[in-house]
């Protein structure tokens, strides 16, 4: 039995796009691996020599640089630099507690001036044992340290008349901790920091517990250790 022509026909044209569908797929692929040759040839004889030429050029230089400079001077100017690096971090880590002597000249009440003084830096801590004209200094003075926001606490007690008609009176101060912090960053693989030790220091109170001014005073306990110890700069009032 014959085919009809109408199925020949339609046998012929398929064959015939499956044929063009083929040749553009081995088109493709033969594209892309011309391209991938181009590459790979490229690298291989184009840039790595170029990148070995540089390795071995920049060794050169590094053993003529050897040549100049002696195996000592070297290991002296390594050591240097270890030094200059551990002083930066112990630097940008040591507090700074010179910031609390000038916080203290411009927080001072001026009919007050401070006889004792001395810091705990384990506890923030600055205790004071200051001297005023009247009851109501004092307690201007109180009012001070407890609006100031590099405060974070005020203890007051032991208020007490002196001969001539002055006030002395004992406060402790908790400064911020942010107050205190040293800025700066610290440098990576440097030697570990000591923790400092605290210097002894003992300061007198007054032996009188009457408070005049009304003022509820707290009661902390002594902390005989602190690391910073001085007077302020301010004069006893005339």
Same mark, same amino acid.
């Given at each position: 039995?014959?085919?009809?022509?109408?199925?020949?026909?339609?046998?012929? #044209?398929? /064959?015939?796009?499956?044929?063009?569908?083929?040749?553009? $797929?081995?088109?493709? @692929?033969? =594209?892309? *691996?011309? +391209?991938?040759?181009?590459?790979?040839?490229?690298?291989?004889?184009?840039?790595?020599?170029?990148?070995?030429?540089?390795?071995?050029?920049?060794?050169?230089?590094?053993?003529?640089?050897?040549?100049?400079?002696?195996?000592?001077?070297?290991?002296?100017?390594?050591?240097?630099?270890?030094?200059?690096?551990?002083?930066?971090?112990?630097?940008?880590?040591?507090?700074?507690?010179?910031?609390?002597?000038?916080?203290?000249?411009?927080?001072?009440?001026?009919?007050?001036?401070?006889? #004792?003084? /001395?810091?705990?830096?384990?506890?923030?801590?600055?205790? $004071?044992?200051?001297? @005023?004209? =009247?009851? *109501?200094? +004092?307690?201007?003075?109180?009012?001070?340290?407890?609006?100031?926001?590099?405060?974070?606490?005020?203890?007051?007690?032991?208020?007490?008349?002196?001969?001539?008609?002055?006030?002395?009176?004992?406060?402790?101060?908790?400064?911020?901790?942010?107050?205190?912090?040293?800025?700066?960053?610290?440098?990576?693989?440097?030697?570990?920091?000591?923790?400092?030790?605290?210097?002894?220091?003992?300061?007198?109170?007054?032996?009188?517990?009457?408070?005049?001014?009304?003022?509820?005073?707290?009661?902390?306990?002594?902390?005989?250790?602190?690391?910073?110890?001085?007077?302020?700069?301010?004069?006893?009032?005339?």
């Amino acid at each position: 039995m014959a085919f009809p022509t109408q199925e020949i026909e339609k046998l012929a #044209k398929s /064959s015939t796009g499956e044929q063009g569908s083929y040749k553009q $797929l081995l088109m493709l @692929g033969g =594209t892309l *691996l011309f +391209i991938s040759a181009v590459l790979y040839a490229g690298l291989t004889f184009g840039y790595a020599p170029y990148i070995e030429s540089q390795i071995v050029s920049v060794q050169a230089k590094s053993a003529e640089l050897d040549k100049k400079v002696p195996k000592e001077k070297q290991d002296q100017l390594i050591a240097f630099y270890s030094q200059i690096s551990n002083l930066s971090t112990l630097l940008a880590k040591h507090p700074n507690t010179l910031k609390i002597f000038s916080w203290l000249e411009a927080n001072t009440q001026p009919n007050i001036y401070f006889s #004792k003084f /001395s810091f705990n830096l384990a506890t923030y801590q600055l205790s $004071l044992i200051g001297v @005023g004209r =009247t009851p *109501l200094d +004092i307690a201007e003075q109180i009012n001070i340290f407890e609006k100031s926001s590099e405060v974070a606490r005020v203890n007051f007690n032991n208020v007490s008349s002196m001969a001539g008609g002055s006030w002395q009176f004992n406060v402790s101060v908790f400064l911020d901790p942010k107050f205190i912090a040293a800025a700066g960053s610290t440098v990576a693989g440097s030697i570990p920091i000591p923790t400092p030790t605290p210097i002894t220091n003992s300061t007198s109170s007054a032996t009188s517990t009457s408070n005049p001014l009304g003022i509820p005073g707290t009661t902390s306990p002594a902390i005989p250790t602190s690391t910073t110890q001085g007077q302020t700069t301010n004069q006893p009032p005339q």
